[in-house]
């Protein structure tokens, strides 16, 4: 990673770089002290929507993470950014939670399922058949289609549950309309990223554990990527890709003296 110019902003995923199964990944509390010591400016990226990032602050932080909720974006937020760029004080109907929820109404967004501007869906714990019914009754009228991320599975303690790019498909099917998806691999999150901590694309790194999400957006948004072996990917899966990070290392406890 020398031969540009120094990395002067950090991007991380969270899931699998920071936090696997509810712990710490081994040297990422070490990572985040560094990052806050250096001065240098970071955010922790999720495409998960459910929570707020004064949430994730809070769970960061009961596992010895110290990220402020200023420092952490979700695809619910940039998905909220993305419509008040968009549409500014529009209205949607939502399928989701506290997360996605709260960053509309954050942008002036009026929730409601009487003619919204936009059908928006993310993630939730329980969704339900009645508003999947309504979201597709809406779309078919004429609402714009957005979701806040592809990610078909979610974990649980007892196997996968069903994640918002399978709902999303399901609701294409009903409708044959495709949603617009924010959250990663859309390189727009990247982007609306940068903006947030006003970093530049030739100085930033995007720190992974998948090839399909973090490393390809990464590279689509021109930054350096760095894929970590402590999440979902191995070492052997690199090679199925077109594509390469700049970097791969085993977690990112190998990434302290890059800081």
Same mark, same amino acid.
């Not at 710490?24 to 250096?38: C, K, Q």
């Not at 960061?60 to 760029?85: K, N, R």
């Not at 979201?135 to 078909?152: Q, S, Y």
């Not at 930054?223 to 990112?252: A, C, K, M, Q, W």
């Given at each position: 990673?020398?031969?540009?110019?120094?990395?002067?902003?950090?991007?991380?995923?969270?899931?699998?770089?920071?936090?696997?199964?509810?712990?710490?990944?081994?040297?990422?509390?070490?990572?985040?002290?560094?990052?806050?010591?250096?001065?240098?400016?970071?955010?922790? @990226?999720?495409?998960?929507?459910?929570?707020?990032?004064?949430?994730?602050?809070?769970?960061?932080?009961?596992?010895?993470?110290?990220?402020?909720?200023? @420092?952490?974006?979700?695809?619910?937020?940039?998905?909220?950014?993305?419509?008040?760029?968009?549409?500014?004080?529009?209205?949607?109907?939502?399928?989701?939670?506290?997360?996605?929820?709260?960053? @509309?109404?954050?942008?002036?967004?009026?929730?409601?399922? !009487?003619?919204?501007?936009?059908?928006?869906?993310?993630?939730?714990?329980?969704?339900?058949?009645?508003?999947?019914?309504?979201?597709?009754?809406?779309?078919?009228?004429?609402?714009?289609?957005?979701?806040?991320?592809?990610?078909?599975?979610?974990?649980?303690?007892?196997?996968?549950?069903?994640?918002?790019?399978?709902?999303?498909?399901?609701?294409?099917?009903?409708?044959?309309?495709?949603?617009?998806?924010?959250?990663?691999?859309?390189?727009?999150?990247?982007?609306?990223?940068?903006?947030?901590?006003?970093?530049?694309?030739?100085?930033?790194?995007?720190?992974?554990?998948?090839?399909?999400?973090?490393?390809?957006?990464?590279?689509?948004?021109?930054?350096?990527?760095?894929?970590?072996?402590?999440?979902?990917?191995? !070492?052997?899966?690199?090679?199925?890709?077109?594509?390469?990070?700049?970097?791969?290392?085993?977690?990112?406890?190998?990434?302290?003296?890059?800081?």
């Amino acid at each position: 990673m020398s031969e540009r110019r120094s990395v002067e902003c950090w991007l991380a995923d969270m899931d699998g770089v920071l936090v696997h199964e509810g712990h710490p990944v081994p040297g990422a509390p070490e990572f985040v002290a560094r990052l806050r010591e250096s001065g240098k400016r970071f955010l922790v @990226l999720t495409n998960n929507s459910i929570y707020t990032a004064r949430d994730l602050s809070a769970r960061l932080q009961s596992v010895g993470l110290d990220v402020s909720e200023d @420092l952490i974006w979700t695809s619910a937020l940039a998905t909220a950014t993305f419509l008040a760029d968009q549409a500014p004080g529009g209205s949607a109907f939502v399928i989701g939670e506290a997360g996605l929820i709260t960053a @509309l109404h954050g942008m002036g967004y009026v929730l409601t399922d !009487r003619n919204p501007d936009y059908v928006v869906l993310g993630e939730t714990r329980t969704y339900s058949f009645s508003t999947i019914t309504t979201a597709i009754r809406l779309v078919e009228r004429g609402a714009r289609f957005l979701a806040t991320n592809p990610d078909t599975v979610g974990p649980s303690p007892e196997g996968p549950l069903p994640a918002t790019g399978a709902v999303a498909a399901l609701i294409t099917k009903a409708t044959g309309i495709e949603p617009y998806f924010v959250g990663k691999p859309n390189p727009l999150m990247m982007r609306s990223a940068l903006n947030r901590i006003e970093a530049h694309s030739e100085t930033t790194a995007m720190v992974g554990d998948r090839m399909d999400t973090d490393v390809i957006s990464g590279i689509e948004a021109g930054l350096r990527t760095v894929l970590v072996l402590s999440g979902v990917t191995r !070492r052997e899966d690199v090679e199925r890709y077109p594509y390469r990070p700049s970097l791969v290392v085993d977690s990112v406890a190998d990434l302290v003296d890059e800081v």
